[in-house]
Protein backbone atom coordinates (compact mmCIF):
# COMPACT_ATOMS: atom_id res chain seq x y z
CA UNK A 1 0.00 0.00 0.00
CA UNK A 2 1.37 3.83 -0.80
CA UNK A 3 -0.39 6.61 1.37
CA UNK A 4 -0.30 10.24 -0.07
CA UNK A 5 -0.79 13.45 1.92
CA UNK A 6 -0.95 16.78 0.35
CA UNK A 7 -0.41 20.16 1.47
CA UNK A 8 0.23 23.25 0.47
CA UNK A 9 -3.01 24.42 -0.82
CA UNK A 10 -3.73 28.12 0.91
CA UNK A 11 -5.69 31.58 0.13
CA UNK A 12 -3.75 33.59 -2.69
CA UNK A 13 -4.64 36.74 -4.41
CA UNK A 14 -4.61 36.22 -8.42
CA UNK A 15 -1.33 36.34 -10.09
CA UNK A 16 0.60 35.08 -6.74
CA UNK A 17 2.23 31.99 -6.53
CA UNK A 18 1.70 28.33 -4.68
CA UNK A 19 3.78 25.33 -4.31
CA UNK A 20 1.78 22.03 -3.20
CA UNK A 21 3.56 19.03 -2.07
CA UNK A 22 2.69 15.53 -1.99
CA UNK A 23 4.31 13.21 0.49
CA UNK A 24 4.15 9.44 0.03
CA UNK A 25 4.81 6.39 2.24
CA UNK A 26 4.45 2.96 2.07
CA UNK A 27 5.72 1.00 -0.61
CA UNK A 28 7.04 3.81 -2.38
CA UNK A 29 9.36 1.52 -4.83
CA UNK A 30 6.32 0.53 -6.73
CA UNK A 31 5.32 4.36 -7.86
CA UNK A 32 6.19 4.64 -11.44
CA UNK A 33 4.08 7.86 -12.01
CA UNK A 34 3.08 10.41 -10.01
CA UNK A 35 0.10 13.41 -10.59
CA UNK A 36 -1.97 16.19 -9.55
CA UNK A 37 -5.15 16.46 -10.64
CA UNK A 38 -8.11 19.19 -9.54
CA UNK A 39 -11.53 19.22 -9.27
CA UNK A 40 -13.38 22.79 -8.74
CA UNK A 41 -17.33 22.91 -7.39
CA UNK A 42 -19.57 21.66 -9.63
CA UNK A 43 -17.13 19.95 -12.31
CA UNK A 44 -15.53 16.87 -12.70
CA UNK A 45 -11.99 15.95 -11.54
CA UNK A 46 -9.21 16.82 -14.03
CA UNK A 47 -5.88 15.67 -14.72
CA UNK A 48 -3.02 18.95 -14.06
CA UNK A 49 0.26 17.27 -14.61
CA UNK A 50 1.98 14.06 -14.75
CA UNK A 51 6.04 13.29 -14.02
CA UNK A 52 7.55 9.55 -13.83
CA UNK A 53 9.96 8.17 -11.30
CA UNK A 54 12.81 9.49 -13.33
CA UNK A 55 11.95 12.57 -13.37
CA UNK A 56 12.78 12.48 -17.38
CA UNK A 57 9.02 13.24 -18.38
CA UNK A 58 6.67 15.60 -17.72
CA UNK A 59 3.03 16.25 -19.15
CA UNK A 60 0.80 19.46 -18.31
CA UNK A 61 -2.81 20.16 -19.40
CA UNK A 62 -2.69 22.69 -21.88
CA UNK A 63 -4.55 25.06 -19.08
CA UNK A 64 -1.63 25.03 -17.09
CA UNK A 65 1.44 24.64 -19.36
CA UNK A 66 3.67 27.28 -18.55
CA UNK A 67 2.28 28.74 -15.19
CA UNK A 68 2.85 25.41 -13.39
CA UNK A 69 6.17 23.07 -12.87
CA UNK A 70 5.73 19.51 -11.87
CA UNK A 71 8.74 17.90 -9.73
CA UNK A 72 10.05 14.94 -7.60
CA UNK A 73 12.19 14.22 -5.19
CA UNK A 74 12.87 10.64 -4.54
CA UNK A 75 15.05 11.04 -2.12
CA UNK A 76 11.94 12.43 -0.28
CA UNK A 77 8.97 10.31 -1.75
CA UNK A 78 8.02 13.78 -2.31
CA UNK A 79 6.23 15.31 -5.11
CA UNK A 80 6.08 18.82 -5.90
CA UNK A 81 3.56 21.15 -8.48
CA UNK A 82 5.02 24.77 -8.32
CA UNK A 83 2.27 26.98 -9.57
CA UNK A 84 2.42 30.51 -11.01
CA UNK A 85 0.30 33.33 -12.38
CA UNK A 86 -2.82 32.00 -10.54
CA UNK A 87 -5.99 32.81 -11.89
CA UNK A 88 -9.44 32.85 -10.05
CA UNK A 89 -9.85 28.93 -12.81
CA UNK A 90 -6.78 27.57 -10.67
CA UNK A 91 -9.12 27.36 -7.76
CA UNK A 92 -9.88 23.50 -6.77
CA UNK A 93 -9.09 20.97 -4.28
CA UNK A 94 -5.52 19.33 -6.25
CA UNK A 95 -5.26 15.68 -5.65
CA UNK A 96 -2.00 13.90 -5.71
CA UNK A 97 -2.25 10.69 -7.16
CA UNK A 98 0.21 7.29 -7.91
CA UNK A 99 0.63 4.82 -10.25
CA UNK A 100 2.15 1.55 -10.64
CA UNK A 101 1.89 1.49 -14.56
CA UNK A 102 5.48 1.68 -16.58
CA UNK A 103 3.78 4.77 -18.54
CA UNK A 104 2.31 8.26 -17.86
CA UNK A 105 -1.03 9.29 -18.33
CA UNK A 106 -3.99 11.84 -17.77
CA UNK A 107 -6.41 9.20 -16.97
CA UNK A 108 -7.63 8.83 -13.25
CA UNK A 109 -7.95 5.09 -14.14
CA UNK A 110 -4.27 4.85 -14.29
CA UNK A 111 -3.81 5.29 -10.78
CA UNK A 112 -4.14 3.37 -7.78
CA UNK A 113 -3.20 5.83 -4.76
CA UNK A 114 -5.05 8.87 -4.00
CA UNK A 115 -4.68 11.66 -1.62
CA UNK A 116 -7.39 13.32 0.57
CA UNK A 117 -6.69 16.45 -1.44
CA UNK A 118 -5.72 20.08 -0.63
CA UNK A 119 -7.89 23.43 -1.27
CA UNK A 120 -6.20 25.71 -3.37
CA UNK A 121 -8.45 29.15 -3.44
CA UNK A 122 -7.62 31.95 -5.70
CA UNK A 123 -9.33 35.65 -5.15
CA UNK A 124 -9.63 38.02 -8.15
Known amino acids: QVQLVESGGELVQAGGSLRLSCAASGRTSSIYSMGWFRQAPGKEREFVAV????????DYANSVQGRFTISRDNAKNTMYLQMNSLKPEDMAVYYCAAGLSLSISREMSRYKYWGQGTQVTVSS
Open 51 to 58: ITRSAGTT
